[in-house]
């Protein structure tokens, strides 16, 4: 069984990998892996988990299905994380909050324009998540640049910039949400150990990219961004609840910090307040109208799919932690890396193939959060290879980035690329040829930044 389970998940994980191939939904390929996964946890529980079933009298089963609770109870903050962060996204967007920001953009010149672009998603998905800042600044390009063909570069900077700003926020990518919520990492931390590392990620493209590009980009006719239809809302119902939104996303590190309580309680109660708010502000409207701007409205409009993906894979993920395989694996890279730094640097490139929220559950689960002060104790005597795994410590921080940007090398490496080419329609081997290696050594840079302050 133990053999069969991981065989389950490689062929789960491929699914994963080949979806637009197949055509078969990740989040579908997700469910089922979890599923087998856990059935034949539980079938072959009394071969996998013999010392662990000797604990409860001989029941195995019972066993497993403690350990997938517990496990479901962590998944279950994340996932009602998410979903309160997506709600409140999409409530800003369906009262157009976000043209308060896309509309004061008015230059022309294409290198202005390149660095304007990549300053505004950087600090925008740190605000937000990379996901939904690449669909906001996508949307925005086409308003800016007519012709596909010529905002792919642009694209291209967007998916760079916007993982970019996820991986030194809390709340800027679902990887380093997950590592946050498990207490990896704290915001003050990741933050200011991280801050310049990513903007370096992004630096090193936007000059490389500037030496060449001249002239003023062709703006869209008239006909091309004339509005079809009046305004939903009022610039009053638009800046309160942008506000509001924005309000809601950078309290819930205040929140945690003051309460202790998990970010999800934090962002419940901000989605809480916006909701309260848009049903007041949108009393008087009639049903047709106040609908779509109501949190029931917006509810329809938030990616579930992409919710159950991460339940799926997550759940999976947990398996084989529980089976033993992180454990196998993770004392595998030790063995055969010898360091941090470069397996830290593997799972970065190996999340640019693959997805970057299970190779971070994995790694999660497979290197154990040191909070015990007799393990640190005797941490000189392992090398010092427990303290990196202490809250901050250089293996969490450094996970967060490389798991963060490195998928940037390839369009189908984050949810950001994956958005970016859906929207747009760029192939990958365009993308390929003008992006990958700009975003290859960005990465690389912003690793090698964050190894030299560490030597400081």
Known sequence: ??????????????????????????????????????????????????????????????????????????????????????????????????????????????????????????????????????????????????????????????????????????????????????????????????????????????????????????????????????????????????TLGLGALLFVPVFKTVTHLPPYMGILFGLGVLWVTTEVIHRGKNAEDKHPLSVVGVLRKVDTTSVLFFLGILLAVSSLATAGHLTQVATLLRESLGNIYAINYAIGLLSAVVDNVPLVAGAMKMYPLVEDPALLAGAAQDGGWLAQFVVDGRFWELLAFCAGTGGSSLIIGSAAGVAAMGMERISFFWYLRRVSLLAFLGYTGGAATYLALMQI
Not at 14 to 39: F, N, S, Y
Not at 94 to 112: L, N, Q, Y
Not at 180 to 191: D, L, M, N, P, S
Not at 203 to 224: F, T
Request: hydrophobic fraction near 50%.
């Open 1 to 242: 069984m133990y053999e069969f389970m991981a065989v389950v998940f490689v062929l789960g994980y491929l699914c994963i990998a080949l979806e637009h191939p197949l055509r078969i939904d990740k989040a579908a390929a997700a469910l089922l892996t979890a599923v087998l996964c856990w059935t034949l946890l539980v079938l072959g529980a009394d071969q996998l988990l013999p010392a662990a079933a000797a604990g409860h009298g001989g029941d195995a089963t019972s066993t497993v299905v403690e350990s997938l609770r517990h496990h479901l109870g962590e998944v279950s903050e994340i996932l009602f994380f998410l979903l309160g962060a997506m709600t409140i996204v999409e409530l800003v967007d369906s009262h157009e909050g976000f043209k308060v920001v896309t509309d004061r953009i008015r230059t022309r010149k294409r290198v202005h324009l390149l660095w304007l672009v990549g300053f505004l998603t950087f600090f925008l998905s740190a605000v937000l998540d990379n996901l939904t800042t690449t669909i906001v600044m996508v949307s925005l390009l086409r308003k800016l640049i007519r012709g596909r063909t010529e905002r792919w570069l642009y694209v291209g900077i967007v998916v760079i910039a916007a993982n970019a700003g996820g991986a030194w926020s809390p709340i800027g990518d679902v990887t380093t949400t997950m590592l946050w919520i498990g207490g990896q990492i704290t915001t003050t931390g990741v933050i200011t150990s991280l801050f310049l590392p990513s903007l370096v990620c992004l630096l090193v493209p936007l000059l490389i990219l500037s030496v060449g590009l001249r002239g003023d980009a062709p703006r869209p006719r008239i006909s091309e961004t004339a509005e079809s239809r009046r305004d939903p809302t009022t610039p009053f119902e638009r800046n309160l609840v942008l």
